[in-house]
Nanobody, 120 residues
């Protein structure tokens, strides 16, 4: 199957930066888009940033201008550089990969999540 392992979360002061990483492993044939979602307490999971295998990106409104998503396809790794962090960025960040596994067409796989806490 497919495993996604996130790293890089933690506690940071407002205005600071963090870089998240997510490595995808397993028996997949191909990965299409990869990206990050987050879930704040009491809220639904929302898109932070996503990048497809052609390098095109899209961002959630709150991430535009502050966060940058990138990927190293050779390493099956996606990154999220987060700058100018705000209190509202606090939440659990989930890695997502859209992958083709065996005879199954592309479907979404998720990591366990990494906590990001922004303090004042």
């Amino acid at each position: 199957q497919v495993q996604l392992v996130e790293s890089g979360g933690g506690l940071v002061q407002a205005g600071g930066s963090l870089r998240l990483s997510c490595v995808v492993s397993g028996t997949f044939s191909r990965i299409n888009a990869m990206g990050w979602y987050r879930q704040a307490p009491g809220k639904q999971r929302e898109l932070v940033a996503r990048i497809n295998n052609g390098g095109s990106t899209n961002y959630g409104e709150s991430a535009k201008g502050r966060f940058t998503v990138s990927r190293d396809s050779a390493k099956n790794t996606v990154y999220l550089q987060m700058n100018s962090l705000e209190l509202e960025d606090t939440g659990v960040y989930y890695c997502n990969a859209n992958a083709w596994v065996g005879s199954r067409p592309f479907q979404d796989y998720w990591g366990q999540g990494t906590q990001v806490t922004v303090s004042s």
